[in-house]
């Protein structure tokens, strides 16, 4: 890949910092940094500013240009994608250099300032438009709940707080409060949109000609309102900011505005700080984590689904990886056109990570045709892939050999699997944080001197964000919530031995109540049900190295995989992948 050349980009940039016209006085360092305004973990292509102004497309990065110097900080996942996509203009930082330069700055009598236009917006000629593509409505049947009956129990939250005005920023929280799903973010079923909800008023910043919809106007009530609390008043999407700034104007002295503390600067700063009432996690991102029980259903249709296809992909791949023709690329794109085979299928949840050999210890790695490796009977294959389906949200990862393992690979993918299997049987007590799970999927590992870089878990939305707070399962992190039952997180564990091979065993999971033999205080307790029902490749498994507890929790999760799957391949006459799947999830005698 050649850098993109930025001699003119950066002149340009420079001359708007000096400009007047955007700040009352030059500014000497601009920060780029590499999210939306409404802190999105995936970008819109007319928000990825920091691409466009020093040509890394990385997902973590912060750039900084300052009259004499342009800098990009990244972390250690992406220091040769750095190097290769920018030009010699840019210094490659280390992320850790960052926090200290933030504390030089301050010391050394620097200000922070905002500056009201992007500046730059102001030097990108073409810049993609916005995205505004249709809204798709979401009924009961999948919900489980109103977005009527939804904005009361915020507002219960709210007079419960005495909180006056609720200010919603997070694409995934709008979109589960009003009951709608878009595509303006890949991967994402999510529109850009504010909200603002008050005691009585409700506020949706949105592109207006979306509204026009007949669908959208009779769900969101806008030509007939059941109560005039429930009346949604629809804005532009550009105009949250005025509003906000006449919402703040008439407050009373005692009046209080909720906001999250991730929400864009410009936002928050329009809040008077008296008024302002910052929280780590919204009430809306706590009742989203805890799914009800027709989001439960849910999930469970979609993951048997996205099992359906993975056990095709399984026995498709088997039959042509000995011709040698089954490259990163072409395997992902085949688990693809399994999936949109299913009812009910949208899109994939996230650019699918098919990755064989040496490419699997590269954690985010993501097939290109100059990295696109072919599948072989000798090497470690590794595939972590998902679907958006309008019922749910799957994530699953699987590590397969279509010829012999090496006894070192096997030990290692045993380790993995064994971390697996303490966190999936875990049994806690309720309240319990899931950064103390973390260690569960480590000891194996660490009792072998091994480890590996990542979390062990993040939750997962229902039709929504594949990644989503609360709760998780990672060193980290402590600032997670408890775990509760209905929440649905990751367990996926892993070893990664640069040069040679990636081993990653990830299922989704949901948080279950348990009942062990005592109740201690009467805190009750919680455990985990697997939602992604795919056998684990036992040709991977050195079984003299599990207990008879781990074998045991193997043949009951296999029984599981063959009656449930088996049962949906047979009624959809998926012949070779019934007797793949049988095959492979024959118990350990």
Not at 500 to 514: C, D, Y
Request: hydrophobic letters at 35%; proline letters at 5%; aromatic letters at 10%.
């Amino acid at each position: 890949m050649s850098p993109k050349l930025t001699v003119e980009l950066l002149r340009q940039l420079r001359q708007a910092m000096k400009n007047c016209k955007y700040f009352a006085e030059p500014i000497q360092a601009y920060i780029v940094p590499s999210g939306d305004a409404h802190q999105s973990e995936y970008i819109a292509p007319c928000d990825c500013r920091r691409e466009f102004i020093c040509g890394f497309n990385g997902s973590a990065g912060t750039a900084i240009v300052t009259e004499q110097h342009a800098a990009m900080w990244t972390d250690g996942r992406y220091f040769l994608q750095a190097s290769q996509q920018m030009d010699n203009n840019w210094t490659l930082m280390k992320m850790d250099q960052w926090k200290n330069i933030s504390k030089a700055l301050t010391s050394a009598g620097h200000s922070l300032v905002a500056v009201q236009d992007n500046l730059i917006d102001a030097v990108w000629q073409d810049r993609p438009p916005r995205p505004s593509t249709q809204l798709t409505t979401l009924g009961l049947e999948l919900t489980g709940m109103s977005w009527q009956d939804k904005i009361t129990a915020l507002r219960a939250k709210m007079r419960e707080r005495r909180i006056g005005w609720f200010v919603a920023t997070e694409l995934d929280e709008i979109a589960w409060l009003f009951n709608l799903r878009g595509s303006d973010i890949e991967y994402n079923p999510v529109f850009f949109a504010y909200a603002i909800v008050g005691i009585n008023t409700i506020r949706l910043f949105i592109d207006l000609t979306r509204l026009a919809d007949a669908t959208v106007r009779e769900h969101l009530q806008l030509d007939a309102p059941s109560r005039p609390e429930l009346s949604v008043q629809a804005f532009p999407y550009e105009s949250a900011y005025t509003e906000l700034q006449a919402v703040c104007a008439s407050l009373g002295p005692k009046d209080k505005v909720w906001i999250c503390e991730k929400a864009g600067c410009a936002l928050t700063q329009v809040i008077p700080k008296p008024h302002r009432s910052q929280i780590p996690y919204t009430p809306l991102c706590l009742a989203k984590a805890v799914k009800n029980s027709t989001e439960i259903q849910g999930m469970r249709r979609a993951h048997i689904k996205d099992a359906v296809a993975l056990c095709e992909l399984f026995a498709w791949l088997e039959k042509e990886i000995p011709k040698g023709t089954v490259t990163e690329i072409s395997s992902a794109d085949k688990a693809e056109e399994f999936r949109s085979q299913q009812k009910d299928f949208v899109g994939l949840s996230f650019p699918t990570i098919s990755s064989v050999g040496p490419n699997g210890a590269i954690i985010h790695y993501r097939p290109l045709p100059e990295t696109n490796r072919t599948l072989s009977q000798n090497e470690v294959y590794l595939i972590d892939s998902g679907a958006q389906y309008r019922d749910g949200t799957t994530d699953v990862t699987r590590t397969m050999h279509f010829g012999t393992p090496s006894a070192y690979e096997k030990e290692c993918f045993t380790y993995v699997l064994k971390g697996h299997i303490a966190v999936s049987a875990a049994i806690f007590p309720n309240g319990t944080k899931g950064h103390l799970l973390d260690s569960f999927a480590r000891a194996a590992l660490w009792e072998a001197g091994l480890d590996y870089l990542h979390g062990t878990g993040h939750g997962v939305g229902c039709f929504l964000n594949v990644h989503e707070g609360p709760c998780g399962i990672s060193y980290k992190t402590f600032a997670d919530e408890p775990l509760e039952a209905g929440m649905i997180v990751s367990d996926e564990p892993g070893y990664y031995e640069d040069g040679s091979f990636g081993i990653r065993l990830e299922n989704v999971v949901l948080v279950v109540p348990s009942k062990p033999k005592y109740n201690y205080r009467n805190r009750g307790s919680l455990t985990f049900e697997p939602l992604t029902l795919v056998p684990i490749q036992m040709k991977m498994v050195n079984t003299d190295m599990l207990t008879q507890k781990e074998r045991d929790w193997v043949n009951d999760y296999h029984r599981q995989c063959r009656e449930t799957v088996g049962a949906e391949l047979q009624r959809q006459g998926r012949k070779e992948a019934v007797e793949w799947l049988i095959r492979e999830s024959q118990p350990i005698v």
